[in-house]
Nanobody, 125 residues
């Protein structure tokens, strides 16, 4: 089972910043696209940002210009830098990888969509 460990959530005032981290292992992120999703209470989970294996990033309109997704292959970690936070950004943020099945540093993982446990982000007004 692929393990994705998120960190960096917390409480911040509107206009503030947070950086979320999602750590994997076995060089998973270097060859698979990674995503950040979020889910607010009573709402469906929504895609926030994507980074491809080649390093191209795409963003939902509601975070463009404020959030930046990045990846450090040497650490097998994906980040989400969130600036100019708004109260409506309050949600649980989830890391996700759409994994191509195969051997990763000697361990086999089947193809699939894998999720982290989520990290709470709360933005106060």
């Amino acid at each position: 089972q692929v393990q994705l460990v998120e960190s960096g959530g917390g409480l911040v005032q509107a206009g503030g910043s947070l950086r979320l981290s999602c750590a994997a292992s076995r060089n998973i992120f270097s060859i698979n696209p990674a995503n950040w999703y979020r889910q607010a209470p009573g709402r469906q989970r929504e895609l926030v940002a994507t980074i491809t294996a080649a390093g191209s990033a795409n963003y939902a309109d509601f975070v463009k210009g404020r959030f930046t997704i990045s990846r450090v292959n040497a650490k097998d970690t994906v980040y989400l830098q969130m600036n100019s936070l708004k109260p409506e950004d309050t949600a649980v943020y989830y890391c996700n990888v759409d994994l191509r099945g195969g051997f990763y540093s000697g361990r086999y993982y089947p193809s699939g969509n894998y999720w982290g446990q989520g990290t709470q982000v709360t933005v106060s007004s």
